[in-house]
Every structure is written in structure tokens, then in C-alpha cells.
T-cell receptor, first 109, second 115 residues
């Protein structure tokens, strides 16, 4: 069955500290993995996707098929990174799009 | 450029009442989705429509019906609202196509309270 697990509901870090938001998935096949972000009073929006292999706002995520993980990382957190982060999965040639339960990131001054 | 538009933004219902949430997109996307967002549960897929004329159940379809009226519009209906359906509802769309779901564009959300 398709499943996305985000084990941390809340992650608090100090400004300038490294950040890692964990995401593990279950999928039989080769999924597409995404990170979405919801800033306060804004719409959910794409942060990055694994096939792009790019860094957005200093965030990166590497797909580890052996560990079935897609953790989101940033070396130096900023206060403006405070938001709700969702990991999501979709299979190629399918349209069922599943999200994890989300992790709220709070970056403290 | 409106993107994905949902109406209404807020609604209060009594148990047993019915209502329809409307969603429209102007990006010529093929696929559309309805999610509900609850604290601690994240986003859960209610129904989706891969393309015009098709709809499929997601993770939590019970108590809901959908209609893909045309390529632009995808409505969600609660026939007999229950307090457990109190939630924030999000509509989303994506290009879809042969390669699959692709990136989602979300609406602003509709906050529904069932008393």
C-alpha cells in the first residue's frame, strides 16, 4: 500500500542550526516524491521534487531507495523557514497522490 | 491568473444538512483532487479525477460524492453532514497526462464546521 510517514509533528531549531525533516515511504515500484510547504496564511505550494534534483530556498532532499526515505535538509535554518512541511508521493502513470501527516518547523531566534 | 478557486471559504452546517464545495481551475489541467486537512492527520485524499469524465476514491471517500462537471470544475458534495466532517477542505489540480500526477496547484481552502 502507498504510505508516507513523517515521524515528527513538531520540530524546533534555532536560527542558523541545521534542519532535517524526515520522510519515509512505502510503495511497490518507483514513486515520485515531493515536498510541499504551507507558510502561515498562504496556500500549500511545491517546495521541491526528487526528479528535479535542485535546491530551493537552500533546501535539498535526496531519494534513498534502499531506506525508502526522502528527508528534507537545510544546513542553516532561517526564521522565514517556519512553516508546515508535507512529504508526498505519487506513482508514475498513476494519479493517486498521498501526503504524510506533516511536520511543523519552528525556527527560533 | 486565478489558478485554483474554491467556494465557499467558510461554511457552518447543522448535522444532516447537505452542501456542495465548488472548485474551478483555469490552467487547463487534466487532473483534479479533493483533500481534507485535520490536525495530526495531515492531508487525506477524498476523491480524485485523473481526467475529465473519470473519478476515483481516495483514502477517505465515505460520506462524500464528487462530480467532474467539465475539465475546469470538480465539486465535492456532502449529502448528510456529520460533525466528523468538520475540517479544512482543499481542492488541487495538476497537468496529469501520460506521465502521471505531476505537481499539484492548491486552492486557498474551505473551512467547514458541522454542528
Amino acid at each position: 500500500a502507498q504510505r508516507v510517514t513523517q515521524p515528527e509533528k513538531l520540530l524546533s531549531v534555532f536560527k542558523g542550526a541545521p534542519v532535517e525533516l524526515k520522510c519515509n515511504y512505502s510503495y511497490s515500484g518507483s514513486p515520485e516524491l515531493f515536498w510541499y510547504v504551507q507558510y502561515s496564511r498562504q496556500r500549500l505550494q511545491l517546495l521541491l521534487r526528487h526528479i528535479s534534483r535542485e535546491s530551493i530556498k537552500g533546501f535539498t532532499a535526496d531519494l534513498n531507495k534502499g531506506e525508502t526515505s526522502f528527508h528534507l535538509k537545510k544546513p542553516f535554518a532561517q526564521e522565514e523557514d517556519s512553516a508546515m512541511y508535507y512529504c508526498a508521493l505519487s506513482g508514475p502513470l498513476t494519479y493517486k497522490y498521498i501526503f504524510g501527516t506533516g511536520t511543523r518547523l519552528k525556527v527560533l531566534a | 491568473n486565478a489558478g485554483v478557486t474554491q467556494t465557499p471559504k467558510f461554511q457552518v452546517l447543522k448535522t444532516g444538512q447537505s452542501m456542495t464545495l465548488q472548485c474551478a481551475q483555469d490552467m487547463n489541467h487534466n487532473s483534479m483532487y479533493w483533500y481534507r486537512q485535520d490536525p495530526g492527520m495531515g492531508l487525506r485524499l477524498i476523491y480524485y479525477s485523473a481526467s475529465e469524465g473519470t473519478t476515483d476514491k481516495g483514502e477517505v471517500p465515505n460520506g462524500y460524492n464528487v462530480s467532474r462537471l467539465n475539465k475546469r470544475e470538480f465539486s465535492l458534495r456532502l449529502e448528510s453532514a456529520a460533525p466528523s466532517q468538520t475540517s479544512v477542505y482543499f481542492c488541487a489540480s495538476s497537468e496529469g497526462g501520460l506521465q502521471g500526477a505531476n505537481v499539484l496547484t492548491f486552492g486557498a481552502g474551505s473551512r467547514l464546521t458541522v454542528l
